[in-house]
Nanobody, 123 residues
Framework: QVQLVESGGGLVQAGGSLRLSCAASGSIFSIRGMGWYRQAPGKQRELVATITNGGSTNSADSVKGRFTISRDNAKNTVYLTMNSLKPEDTAVYSC?????????????????WGQGTQVTVSS
């Protein structure tokens, strides 16, 4: 079994910063892409940023220049550093990882989600 555990959410004033972490554990052979998504009340979940196992990144236009995604492959952890936070960044942030597992002589990949962490930005 694989688990993704997020941490680092909280309440911050507009203009402030937060750093989210998401650590994967369990029967992991390797991790391919990792990413952060968010869902605000009454809205659909949206992509925030993704990072490949080689370090290539992609991010939503709304967070470019403010948010940075990074990962530590040795720790199976992905981070989201959020600067210049705005009230519209308020949402539940969830991490996602495509994880390769080995079982019964076979390798297979599966997408996992964390439980989500609340980020609230006050004006």
């Amino acid at each position: 079994q694989v688990q993704l555990v997020e941490s680092g959410g909280g309440l911050v004033q507009a203009g402030g910063s937060l750093r989210l972490s998401c650590a994967a554990s369990g029967s992991i052979f390797s991790i391919r892409g990792m990413g952060w998504y968010r869902q605000a009340p009454g809205k659909q979940r949206e992509l925030v940023a993704t990072i490949t196992n080689g370090g290539s990144t992609n991010s939503a236009d709304s967070v470019k220049g403010r948010f940075t995604i990074s990962r530590d492959n040795a720790k199976n952890t992905v981070y989201l550093t959020m600067n210049s936070l705005k009230p519209e960044d308020t949402a539940v942030y969830s991490c996602n990882a495509e994880i390769v597992e080995y079982s019964g002589g076979y390798y297979y990949s599966k997408s996992y989600w964390g439980q989500g962490t609340q980020v609230t930005v006050s004006s």
